[in-house]
């Protein structure tokens, strides 16, 4: 197979990236790479899919791990994973040695261990220049169940209509669950055995990057996690809090301390995010310093600023991400570009222990096990298949109301020359809704509530 038949295979079964914001994978695979680095920190706490995946598929993986090498001409592949990951590790070293290609790597146990660039240092030593991309520096990034759905598109011909995702926080049993993409959160939470209290708020993703969600809303192809917890949680809470008033919690009691530059992981390797400063500027209106306002560009979003760092618990994240959202809606590009060549020499004493971050977020009661549980859920009610669940445009629909699907059946395709995902029916059904923003399909099993039957 050649470079462009394995691009087409991945584009035509809408494979996404499966652990972040979903990038087209088909988009990442060109020549010019020499490691292939398989994702497997899984950095958030409580998320339990990847790790699980490794120690179970750990064959399929490795083997379309290294295929993937050898059709992209690469050098190697690297198998990344946490050195808390014990049975995804063992599992690996009993196999690996089957893959002349393929290396592990073990990483630390800290956060954020999975954040690309910080991964891509870790595992090469190389470190991406501010505002590009892996690829600069001749590495892609692969998660870890990605790969698992270009195994089932290449040898199984199956497009991506299912997930894993672990269910966990304050829910009778925890547990990962392969799941219809399109199943509402509510589902799954009773898949679970419901929530423990009757309070209660949902985060789609983890405690440091997710997002409060409803419990209707459906999962995509990149959810990894649902985390509920109660509503007065601290990490509930702080999601919760309006911007103004950070905006006036910082200017009344931002110390200027710079702890959260001090350990912000970007700065660590050379980028020049500083936090601190964009507080500054932001707390005493100051308009002189553009680059305290750009800078924020580079931030990733890990969230450590204002869920660990800070002693005030202010919201450096908070305000950064508005301010990056208000630069790029005025078309305001990023300007820096800086090349670092080494890390800061402190860096190795100011990584956050994973231990450390889950004490600090309160999340100890909740960090159990959340065993894979083989049967997959099929929803009971209806689908909702959303037309945009990657990075760039969104699915164009190709059904229509009323028509009857199969599952793996083409339903959404992307729009020509753009960048985006083809999307495919979750279940066998019928059409019930299509609007600008989702696809709504019945299940075969649910007809009129009562027919096991399509026609
Ligand atoms: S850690 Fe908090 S108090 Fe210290 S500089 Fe940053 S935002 Fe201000
Ligand atoms: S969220 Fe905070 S700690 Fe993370 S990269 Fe951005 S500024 Fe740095």
């Known amino acids: 197979m050649n470079i462009d038949e394995l691009k087409n295979i991945v584009f035509e079964n809408g494979i996404v990236g499966a652990g972040g914001a979903g990038f087209p994978t088909h988009a990442k695979l060109t020549t010019g790479i020499d490691t292939i680095i398989l994702n497997g920190a899984e950095c958030e706490p409580l998320l339990r899919v990847d790790r699980q995946l490794l120690a179970i598929y750990t064959d399929e993986i490795l083997m379309t791990l290294s295929f993937v090498v050898d059709t992209l001409g690469a050098r190697s592949g690297i198998v990344a994973i946490k050195s808390a990951y014990k049975a995804a590790i063992d599992s690996v070293k009993n196999l690996i040695g089957n893959y002349k290609n393929l290396e592990l790597k073990v990483l630390p146990d800290v956060y954020p261990a999975g954040d690309e660039v910080v991964l891509i240092y870790e595992t090469t030593g190389r470190i991406v220049p501010e505002g590009s991309i892996p690829i600069s520096v001749g590495t892609i990034v692969m998660n870890v169940e990605t790969v698992l759905n270009v195994y089932n598109a290449i040898y199984l011909k199956h497009p991506v209509t299912e997930k894993y995702v672990t269910v966990t926080g304050n829910v ?26 009757e309070d209660y708020e949902v985060i789609m993703g983890g405690p440091m990057t997710g997002k409060i969600v409803d419990r209707k809303a459906p999962i995509t192809k990149t959810t990894k996690a649902i985390i509920v917890l109660p509503k007065d949680h601290p990490v509930i809470t702080k999601r919760k809090t309006n911007i103004s008033i ?17 350990l912000c992981p970007r700065n660590l390797l050379g980028h020049s995010i500083k936090p601190h400063k964009v507080m500054n500027a932001v707390a005493n209106s100051i308009v002189d310093d553009v680059a305290a306002y750009t800078m924020t560009m580079l931030c990733s ?12 618990s202010l919201s450096p994240r908070k305000i950064i991400s508005q301010i990056k959202t208000k630069l790029r809606q005025n078309g305001v590009k ?40 083989f049967d997959t859920i099929v ?10 669940q990657h990075v760039g445009a969104k699915a164009i629909p190709v059904v229509k109301v009323g028509d009857i699907v199969k599952e793996g059946d083409l339903i959404g395709d ?8 083809k999307l495919h029916a979750s279940v066998d059904g019928i059409i019930i809704d299509v609007t600008d923003d989702r696809i709504v399909i019945k299940p075969r099993g649910d007809f009129n509530g009562q027919s096991n039957r399509i026609s």
């Open 172 to 197: 009778k049993c925890p547990s990962t669950f392969k799941v219809k993409v399109g199943t509402s959160v509510a589902e799954l939470i009773e898949k679970a055995g419901g929530c423990l209290e």
């Open 246 to 262: 950070e905006l006036k919690r910082a200017m009344s009691v931002c110390s200027q301390c710079q702890m959260c530059t001090d």
């Open 301 to 312: 979003e890990c969230g450590l600023c204002e869920m660990y760092s800070c002693h005030q």
């Open 334 to 373: 990023n300007p820096h570009n800086k090349r670092p060549e080494r890390a800061n020499v402190m860096r190795d004493e100011r990584l956050v222990p994973m231990e450390r971050l889950i004490s600090r977020l309160s999340l100890k009661k909740y960090d159990v096990d959340a065993p894979m549980n």
């Open 379 to 388: 929803p009971s009610h209806h689908v909702v298949m959303q037309l945009s």
């Open 414 to 421: 992307v729009p020509d020359n753009k960048l985006g995902a």
